[in-house]
């Protein structure tokens, strides 16, 4: 049996479209399937004989009122075509991987295409897997969100580091200045740290570090507060809701507390164990309202501490001069 030219064609374009790895849906103006490619059958769980003739809303009833009907009933009126914005949702036809039929949907691209065939309109849906391309970007995204967490993290300590400090600082600041509220921060400085290196070396000195590091952390308890490497062996916190007084009492309690760990110091050191001496000063709405402001009155209080004998807090505007 020999078949015609026409015939020839139709069989190819039949099967040139159930090998196509997308879906492939024709609608009449009646919105009636009139072509179910072989992609939809194991992801529907619908045969094509089952759903041919049958309205594409008859046969997926959550699509009316949807973005896709739209895309659909503009498609058939005004002979345009689209591609379904997926911003609310990614998964509108209910497909799921091939022979799964009760798996999660798959994320789909949908475009939706008019046009006409003896002089009749018809509308083509496309639907793409696109799982493994939102998974993909949830990977890069994650991927991102980690170079940044780690681009704010020092390296040795595993505190925050001068970057994270500058940025929580200016929005700490910029928060106290709109409720008038208050805010402390801490220079704190290792003493004789340089005393410290040479005697023991840079590896025992940065095993120091990161011990006093994370003893600063441990003693801020509260998710605002901020514990950071200010530069070398010195180290800040930002204490977000806190007065003065109270800032200073604090400082006291973490110097104590890091003298209480008993790490023994270089033999040239002023103190038997490792000490902290620390500065704090405070916002003033009308005074010390700028980091640059904030910053260089813990540093002169920071500077008191350690002319006055090391091992001491001293607060910004009583600190000796």
Known sequence: MFLTETETFAALSERAVNLVQSGIVVLDAGHR??????????????????????????????????????????????????TVPTTDN??????????????????????????KEHGERFCLVE?????????????????AESLRARSYVDGLTGIANRRYFDVALDRELRRAQRARGELALLLVDID??????????????????????????AMLKRPADVAARYGGEEFAAILPDTTLERAEAHANTIREHVAALQLKHAPAAHWPMVTLSIGVAAFQPDGLNTAEALIEAADKALYAAKKGGRNRVEVAGTAAA
């Open 90 to 115: 990614r998964t509108p036809f209910p497909l799921r991987e091939a022979g799964s039929f009760d798996g999660p949907r798959i994320d789909q691209a949908v475009s939706v295409t008019s046009f």
């Open 33 to 82: 399937i009139v072509l179910w490619n072989n992609w939809m059958v194991p992801r529907s769980g619908r045969a094509a004989a089952r759903v041919r003739g049958h309205s594409l809303f008859d046969v997926f009833p959550e699509l009316r009122g949807s973005r896709v009907e739209a895309a659909i009933l503009g498609a058939l009126s005004e002979d345009h075509a689209c």
């Open 192 to 217: 004789s740290f340089k005393a410290y290196n040479d005697f023991f070396g840079h590896q025992q000195g940065d095993a120091c570090l990161t011990q006093v590091a994370q003893a600063l952390a």
């Open 127 to 143: 639907i793409r897997d696109v799982s493994g391309t939102v998974e993909r970007e949830k990977r890069l995204l994650d991927h």
